[in-house]
């Protein structure tokens, strides 16, 4: 026979417990609030970021005196004055938005047949294992990964030294804006990737059939069917990888050895070396400008692809 | 389906050439962690351990690696309760002004990293908190936060409202409801989010360059200070932790929900 004390155990007892409570603090489990209270949480935690743009804000209108080394009480528009005067800024700015086009074009280049031949392989062995190709970069940060290209790269590196087995001249790899740009594609892959391959699981391959076998060639299938099937993909695939290339800060720093700048680097040198935080915040400002009106030219001209509003894969 | 050998063959160089380009820099990590010389050389110097033990005395490093293990626990802490019921509320209920809320809490994704770094940074520097490992954990969750909304929501769609409705009917109260049914239901999502969180804060780098200092430097900005001087392979055995940690998470992932899950159409 079994006990009959253990029918309500003291688990059930201890939920009761929390029930009463529950039930003290919020009537109706929350009635219609109960959306509301699940979401405050992260709507705290992002408000953390809302608040630090309105500190950015408010540090790019102060300007800094040089001779007491301290910000100016009242607001003044002189940081972005300085800004749009300077050739610097525009420099830097120009030298950011046409590496971050060059690796988006050169990306998603890639990054489509990479994504066509994992997802159409019939083979499940190599989808997995292009797509362990594909994580393992991705999760292991860009520091390391970076510290692996000056290795491979670098003027002791292996690529050199192994030119120097058959006689030639160490080449200089590194500290260039080519080297920046190869290092933020490699960087970018797995972005475009995942992005993309979604899409083209979408399409379904009778239609490719379908084209090929009333007489158009691959080339032309994969021009007049596949490309503008995979639009949305390519549209969301190319804004992710244009805006993170964009405001990279490692591979820059790290790969173009303090000569190929990108905005971000010259955000972070006004804050920590020229302690300039007025001029650095309002930096900060232009690049999320830049690149909202960036994105919102690509949106305007050809859509927003998969990151329509909604899109929040519900 | 026959495709044309052309497409066969360019499409693959491309995946080819991918692959080497992704997998290059962690293979070379991996072999010059074993070199038995005092720089990295190719061709290599031989087998050893050695820089595996030299890490082992290296005070610095150890305690740089615990810091970023200890601001990746902050972060799941933080980001895995409050991720999980704001994905549980898009996916479940009615929301008043579900776009605008939307566009919100997609913020840490659309202001970049550089510009969520500074803000936090001055906020944090105005309620004198910087200096401490917690406010990093707390940053490292508000700018990957999107990511665990996105896990939960996405398995959150497939749990039946019904499931709900009867355990209800059977007199659970909305604790035992949630805990015993909604929760579970969700577990996929939020597991697969809490791995995603855990590496990605582990990997931060930008956020926690900018919200350290001298005295509470985590492992890959320690990393990212010691390549500016020399490149040792000390360092290369250090980096071979990202590389194992980065390993175990693809196969715990893999294991739970298959990364082919990253493939499927929405």
Redesign the interface.
């Known amino acids: 026979m079994r006990r009959y004390k253990t029918s309500y155990p003291i688990s059930w007892r201890f939920m009761d417990v929390l029930e009463a409570a529950f039930a003290l603090v919020l009537p109706r489990g929350g009635g219609r609030l109960t959306p509301y209270l699940l979401l405050t949480p992260a709507v705290l935690l992002v408000g953390t970021l809302a608040v630090g743009l309105l500190y950015i804000g408010d540090s790019s209108l102060r300007v800094l005196d040089r001779s007491t080394f301290l910000f100016s009480d009242y607001w003044t528009l002189e940081n972005y004055q300085r800004a749009f005067s300077e050739s610097f800024t525009a420099t830097i700015i120009w030298r950011s938005l046409v590496g971050a086009v060059i690796v988006t074009a050169v990306t998603l280049l890639l990054a489509f047949p990479y994504a066509y031949v994992m997802v159409r392989t019939s083979s499940a062995l190599l989808r997995k294992f292009l797509l362990v190709a594909l994580f393992l970069p991705f999760f292991i940060g860009q520091v390391v990964r970076a510290y692996g290209w000056l290795i491979i790269l670098g003027n002791q590196g292996i690529v050199n030294d192994a030119l120097a087995l058959v006689g030639v001249e160490p080449l200089r790899l590194l500290f260039n804006y080519p080297a920046v740009l190869f290092g933020l594609v490699q960087y970018m892959l797995p972005f475009g990737v995942l992005m993309l391959a979604p899409a083209l699981t979408a399409i379904p391959e009778d239609i490719e059939a379908a084209a090929t076998s009333l007489g158009a060639n691959w080339v032309r299938a994969l021009f007049h069917v596949v490309l503008p099937m995979a639009r949305p993909g390519l549209i969301g695939a190319g804004v992710v990888v244009l805006t993170l290339s964009l405001t990279d800060f490692a591979m820059p720093a790290i790969l173009g050895g303090g000569s190929q700048d990108f905005v971000a680097n010259a955000i972070y040198d006004q804050f920590f070396r020229t302690s300039d935080q007025g001029f650095g915040a309002s930096l900060t400002l232009i690049l999320i400008a830049v690149g909202s009106m960036t994105v919102g030219l690509i949106f305007a001209v050809f859509g927003a692809g998969t990151l329509a509003l909604g899109a929040n894969r519900k | ?4 050998p ?2 066969t063959i ?3 160089s ?2 080819i ?3 080497v ?6 293979l ?2 991996l072999g ?1 962690s074993f070199t038995a010389g005092n ?5 290599p110097d031989g087998f050893s351990l050695k820089w595996y033990v030299a890490i082992l005395g290296e005070r610095d490093l150890q305690q740089a690696f615990l810091r970023s293990v200890i601001v990746a626990c902050i972060c799941v802490a ?2 895995v ?3 999980t ?2 994905g ?8 008043k002004w579900a ?1 605008a ?8 994704f ?7 770094g ?6 944090f520097g ?1 309620l004198r908190l910087l200096g401490s490992l917690w406010p990093i954990g ?2 490292t ?3 990957n ?2 990511f665990m ?2 896990a939960v ?2 398995s959150a ?1 497939s749990l039946d409202p019904d499931l709900e409705l009867a355990a209800q009917s059977c007199g659970a ?4 409801t949630f805990f015993n049914v909604t929760l579970p239901a969700v577990t996929p999502g939020v597991i697969t989010g809490a791995l995603l969180m855990f ?1 990605l804060s ?5 956020v926690s ?2 919200l350290v200092d001298a005295r509470i430097v985590t492992l ?1 900005v320690q ?2 200070n010691s ?1 500016r001087a020399i ?1 040792t392979p000390d ?2 055995a250090v ?1 071979v932790v ?2 194992a ?3 175990l ?2 196969i715990i ?2 294991r739970i929900v298959g ?2 899950v ?5």
């Open positions: 389906m026959n495709r044309s052309t497409q360019v499409f693959w491309v995946a050439l991918c692959v380009a992704l997998s290059a820099p962690t070379v990590v010059a720089i990295i050389d190719f061709p933080v980001s309760p409050a991720g019921l704001a549980i509320a898009l996916s479940k209920y009615q929301v776009g809320l939307q566009i919100y809490l997609l913020l840490p659309t202001v970049p990293l550089i510009g969520s500074i803000g936090l940074m001055l906020l105005e707390i940053a969750a508000v700018i936060l999107p909304i996105w929501s996405s769609a109260g909305p604790l035992q590496i582990l990997n931060e780098f930008l360059l900018l890959p990393i990212y390549i490149i360092l290369a980096s990202f590389i940690v980065a390993a998470a693809i992932l893999d990364l082919e990253f493939l499927k159409s929405k």
